[in-house]
């Protein structure tokens, strides 16, 4: 599972010109699952979504979560991320998971951030147009097999 995380002011996300999900301040947070992913990835994934603290306290360092500011997170899931570059010039996006196995994951994904996170979610394989006012700019990539190797 890819994660890339960006802190934002704001983030709105239109499907066929209608905004289906809008955050203020917070993370948006889109999610790639891997063919390979399992709960543990799951799992990995979402305790570290959750609690990341990549909000400035009061001396300016990044030291708040999510919840402590009072913030949400949008997420929106992204095949792509999965995407290989290494030839050519067109993504290979194979190892991605199949929408039958991608759909479930993101949901639960998505049940289990919201518990401890107010969470906003895109359609999932829709066309998406997600605009966003990011902060800092401030943008990290998790990557659960990366994690779960430790």
Do not use: W
Not at 118 to 130: C, R, T, W, Y
Request: aromatic share 4%.
């Amino acid at each position: 599972m890819k994660i890339v995380v960006q802190r934002v002011h704001e983030a709105t996300c239109r499907v066929d010109g209608q905004v289906v999900s809008q955050i203020g301040n917070g993370l948006l947070a889109f999610v790639g699952v891997a063919d390979t992913d399992t709960d543990a990835d799951l799992l990995k994934g979402t305790s570290k979504l959750s609690g990341l603290r990549i909000f400035e306290n009061e001396e300016g360092k990044m030291s708040l979560s999510t919840t402590d500011i009072g913030g949400e997170i949008m997420i929106i899931s992204n095949f792509t991320l999965l995407g290989r570059v290494q030839r050519g010039f067109r993504p290979d996006c194979t190892l991605a998971a199949r929408p039958e196995k991608a759909k479930p994951m993101y949901d639960r994904f998505c049940e289990i951030v919201a518990e401890s996170v107010p969470v906003k979610k895109g359609i999932f394989g829709a066309d998406m147009q997600i605009a966003a006012a990011l902060d800092g700019p401030v943008n990290l990539i998790i990557d659960t097999a990366e994690l779960l190797k430790k």
